[in-house]
Protein backbone atom coordinates (compact mmCIF):
# COMPACT_ATOMS: atom_id res chain seq x y z
CA UNK A 1 0.00 0.00 0.00
CA UNK A 2 1.44 3.16 -0.46
CA UNK A 3 -0.90 4.83 2.08
CA UNK A 4 -1.53 8.30 1.67
CA UNK A 5 -0.11 10.42 -0.73
CA UNK A 6 -0.21 13.96 -1.78
CA UNK A 7 0.94 16.45 -4.80
CA UNK A 8 2.44 18.57 -5.49
CA UNK A 9 5.66 18.29 -3.06
CA UNK A 10 6.10 22.31 -3.67
CA UNK A 11 3.62 24.94 -5.35
CA UNK A 12 3.91 28.72 -5.71
CA UNK A 13 1.46 30.39 -6.46
CA UNK A 14 0.65 34.25 -7.31
CA UNK A 15 -2.26 35.62 -5.49
CA UNK A 16 -5.36 35.35 -6.74
CA UNK A 17 -4.18 32.16 -8.79
CA UNK A 18 -6.45 29.13 -7.96
CA UNK A 19 -4.90 25.64 -7.93
CA UNK A 20 -6.02 22.32 -6.23
CA UNK A 21 -3.77 20.23 -4.06
CA UNK A 22 -4.35 16.55 -4.40
CA UNK A 23 -4.74 13.32 -1.92
CA UNK A 24 -4.96 10.08 -2.25
CA UNK A 25 -5.13 7.26 0.01
CA UNK A 26 -5.27 3.66 -0.84
CA UNK A 27 -6.60 2.05 2.47
CA UNK A 28 -10.42 2.27 1.94
CA UNK A 29 -10.13 4.74 4.47
CA UNK A 30 -13.92 6.17 5.29
CA UNK A 31 -12.57 9.71 6.82
CA UNK A 32 -10.10 12.07 5.21
CA UNK A 33 -9.60 15.48 6.44
CA UNK A 34 -7.18 18.75 5.51
CA UNK A 35 -4.63 20.35 7.17
CA UNK A 36 -2.49 23.71 7.55
CA UNK A 37 0.55 23.82 9.29
CA UNK A 38 2.28 27.39 9.83
CA UNK A 39 5.76 27.88 11.39
CA UNK A 40 5.95 26.75 15.10
CA UNK A 41 2.09 25.97 15.44
CA UNK A 42 0.57 23.13 15.23
CA UNK A 43 -2.09 21.59 12.27
CA UNK A 44 -5.25 23.42 12.18
CA UNK A 45 -8.24 21.21 10.58
CA UNK A 46 -9.56 23.00 7.10
CA UNK A 47 -12.24 20.49 6.21
CA UNK A 48 -12.94 16.41 7.04
CA UNK A 49 -14.93 14.04 5.45
CA UNK A 50 -16.45 11.01 6.75
CA UNK A 51 -17.24 9.17 3.66
CA UNK A 52 -17.99 9.87 -0.02
CA UNK A 53 -20.30 12.78 -0.87
CA UNK A 54 -20.31 14.10 2.75
CA UNK A 55 -17.74 16.93 3.84
CA UNK A 56 -18.15 19.66 6.70
CA UNK A 57 -15.93 22.37 7.63
CA UNK A 58 -13.47 22.34 10.34
CA UNK A 59 -11.50 25.25 12.59
CA UNK A 60 -10.32 27.65 9.37
CA UNK A 61 -12.15 26.37 6.37
CA UNK A 62 -12.22 30.05 4.68
CA UNK A 63 -10.74 30.26 1.11
CA UNK A 64 -11.01 26.55 0.97
CA UNK A 65 -13.17 24.18 -0.93
CA UNK A 66 -13.21 20.10 -1.30
CA UNK A 67 -15.31 17.66 -2.73
CA UNK A 68 -15.57 13.64 -1.79
CA UNK A 69 -16.97 11.96 -5.10
CA UNK A 70 -15.09 8.57 -4.51
CA UNK A 71 -13.57 7.10 -1.00
CA UNK A 72 -10.28 7.26 -2.17
CA UNK A 73 -9.92 11.42 -3.45
CA UNK A 74 -10.21 14.25 -1.14
CA UNK A 75 -9.01 17.29 -3.03
CA UNK A 76 -8.52 20.71 -1.71
CA UNK A 77 -9.37 23.69 -4.20
CA UNK A 78 -8.00 27.24 -3.42
CA UNK A 79 -10.34 29.38 -5.03
CA UNK A 80 -8.21 32.65 -4.92
CA UNK A 81 -4.61 32.53 -2.97
CA UNK A 82 -3.57 34.62 -0.97
CA UNK A 83 -0.51 35.56 1.23
CA UNK A 84 -2.15 34.02 4.13
CA UNK A 85 -2.46 30.40 2.84
CA UNK A 86 1.01 30.35 2.34
CA UNK A 87 1.50 27.18 4.56
CA UNK A 88 2.58 23.39 4.62
CA UNK A 89 -0.62 20.64 4.21
CA UNK A 90 -1.26 17.72 5.19
CA UNK A 91 -4.25 15.34 4.22
CA UNK A 92 -5.15 12.64 6.70
CA UNK A 93 -6.98 9.11 6.28
CA UNK A 94 -8.70 7.33 8.87
CA UNK A 95 -11.12 4.59 9.67
CA UNK A 96 -13.31 3.94 12.90
CA UNK A 97 -13.55 0.68 14.34
CA UNK A 98 -9.81 -0.55 13.44
CA UNK A 99 -8.91 -0.01 17.12
CA UNK A 100 -6.75 2.25 17.11
CA UNK A 101 -8.31 5.26 15.77
CA UNK A 102 -5.22 7.36 14.38
CA UNK A 103 -5.16 9.23 11.74
CA UNK A 104 -2.16 8.02 8.58
CA UNK A 105 -0.65 11.46 7.32
CA UNK A 106 0.42 11.90 3.91
CA UNK A 107 3.85 13.93 3.62
CA UNK A 108 2.67 17.31 3.24
CA UNK A 109 2.69 19.80 0.25
CA UNK A 110 4.21 23.25 0.75
CA UNK A 111 2.44 26.32 -0.33
CA UNK A 112 3.73 29.59 -1.16
CA UNK A 113 1.57 32.22 -2.10
CA UNK A 114 3.55 35.44 -3.44
CA UNK B 1 -8.79 28.08 18.38
CA UNK B 2 -6.55 25.26 19.29
CA UNK B 3 -7.68 22.30 22.11
CA UNK B 4 -4.49 21.60 22.76
CA UNK B 5 -1.66 23.73 24.56
CA UNK B 6 1.01 21.65 25.06
CA UNK B 7 4.35 22.57 27.80
CA UNK B 8 7.48 23.32 27.15
CA UNK B 9 6.78 24.56 23.90
CA UNK B 10 11.04 23.60 23.78
CA UNK B 11 12.56 20.98 25.59
CA UNK B 12 16.62 20.03 25.15
CA UNK B 13 18.19 16.62 27.02
CA UNK B 14 21.04 14.97 26.89
CA UNK B 15 20.70 10.92 25.19
CA UNK B 16 20.09 8.56 28.38
CA UNK B 17 17.46 11.32 29.89
CA UNK B 18 13.71 10.95 30.01
CA UNK B 19 11.57 13.61 28.30
CA UNK B 20 8.34 14.69 29.77
CA UNK B 21 5.44 16.74 27.59
CA UNK B 22 2.50 17.89 29.14
CA UNK B 23 -0.79 19.02 27.01
CA UNK B 24 -4.18 20.38 27.96
CA UNK B 25 -7.05 20.67 26.77
CA UNK B 26 -10.59 22.82 26.75
CA UNK B 27 -13.92 20.61 26.23
CA UNK B 28 -14.16 16.55 27.24
CA UNK B 29 -12.83 14.30 24.65
CA UNK B 30 -13.57 10.44 23.76
CA UNK B 31 -9.54 10.17 23.41
CA UNK B 32 -6.45 11.83 23.51
CA UNK B 33 -3.66 10.83 21.09
CA UNK B 34 0.15 12.22 20.55
CA UNK B 35 1.60 12.32 17.13
CA UNK B 36 5.47 12.76 15.95
CA UNK B 37 6.64 14.95 13.53
CA UNK B 38 10.14 14.80 12.08
CA UNK B 39 11.43 18.09 10.52
CA UNK B 40 9.80 18.46 7.45
CA UNK B 41 7.71 15.59 7.89
CA UNK B 42 4.30 14.20 8.01
CA UNK B 43 2.85 13.30 11.27
CA UNK B 44 3.06 9.54 13.07
CA UNK B 45 0.83 8.40 15.37
CA UNK B 46 2.25 7.62 18.67
CA UNK B 47 0.00 6.39 20.89
CA UNK B 48 -3.73 6.58 22.06
CA UNK B 49 -5.21 7.30 25.23
CA UNK B 50 -8.94 6.51 26.23
CA UNK B 51 -10.83 8.92 28.37
CA UNK B 52 -11.57 5.85 30.10
CA UNK B 53 -7.72 5.01 30.76
CA UNK B 54 -5.35 6.76 33.08
CA UNK B 55 -2.15 5.69 32.01
CA UNK B 56 -0.95 3.76 28.80
CA UNK B 57 2.41 2.31 27.77
CA UNK B 58 4.08 1.55 24.06
CA UNK B 59 7.59 0.72 24.40
CA UNK B 60 9.23 3.98 25.57
CA UNK B 61 6.41 5.46 26.56
CA UNK B 62 4.37 6.18 28.62
CA UNK B 63 1.06 8.74 28.28
CA UNK B 64 -0.84 9.83 31.19
CA UNK B 65 -4.12 11.37 31.58
CA UNK B 66 -5.99 12.73 34.09
CA UNK B 67 -9.77 13.80 32.96
CA UNK B 68 -10.50 15.95 36.10
CA UNK B 69 -7.85 18.27 35.16
CA UNK B 70 -8.41 17.93 31.51
CA UNK B 71 -4.66 17.06 31.17
CA UNK B 72 -2.11 14.74 29.56
CA UNK B 73 1.60 13.88 29.78
CA UNK B 74 3.64 11.99 27.38
CA UNK B 75 6.93 10.32 28.66
CA UNK B 76 9.81 9.35 26.83
CA UNK B 77 12.45 7.09 28.77
CA UNK B 78 15.89 6.80 27.71
CA UNK B 79 15.60 9.63 25.20
CA UNK B 80 17.47 8.56 22.00
CA UNK B 81 19.14 11.21 19.45
CA UNK B 82 16.68 9.71 16.98
CA UNK B 83 13.96 10.71 19.45
CA UNK B 84 14.69 14.47 18.45
CA UNK B 85 11.28 15.93 16.89
CA UNK B 86 8.75 17.60 17.24
CA UNK B 87 6.05 16.23 19.42
CA UNK B 88 1.77 17.25 19.24
CA UNK B 89 -1.05 15.76 21.44
CA UNK B 90 -4.37 15.59 19.65
CA UNK B 91 -8.06 15.16 20.90
CA UNK B 92 -11.50 14.74 19.36
CA UNK B 93 -13.51 17.35 21.64
CA UNK B 94 -15.83 14.70 22.44
CA UNK B 95 -17.09 14.05 18.75
CA UNK B 96 -15.56 10.10 18.87
CA UNK B 97 -14.66 11.41 15.13
CA UNK B 98 -10.99 10.29 13.40
CA UNK B 99 -11.30 12.30 11.03
CA UNK B 100 -11.82 15.54 12.56
CA UNK B 101 -8.73 16.27 15.70
CA UNK B 102 -8.17 19.21 16.71
CA UNK B 103 -4.01 19.19 17.46
CA UNK B 104 -1.75 21.33 20.17
CA UNK B 105 0.72 23.89 19.15
CA UNK B 106 3.38 20.55 19.89
CA UNK B 107 6.46 20.30 22.09
CA UNK B 108 10.12 20.95 20.25
CA UNK B 109 12.26 18.22 21.79
CA UNK B 110 15.98 18.09 21.17
CA UNK B 111 18.03 14.95 22.31
CA UNK B 112 21.85 15.55 22.03
CA UNK B 113 23.99 12.47 21.80
Known amino acids: NAGVTQTPKFQVLKTGQSMTLQCAQDMNHEYMSWYRQDPGMGLRLIHYSVGAGITDQGEVPNGYNVSRSTTEDFPLRLLSAAPSQTSVYFCASSTPGQGLDTQYFGPGTRLTVL | SQQGEEDPQALSIQEGENATMNCSYK?????LQWYRQNSGRGLVHLILIRSNEREKHSGRLRVTLDTSKKSSSLLITASRAADTASYFCATDEGSGNTGKLIFGQGTTLQVKP
Open chain 2, 27 to 31: TSINN
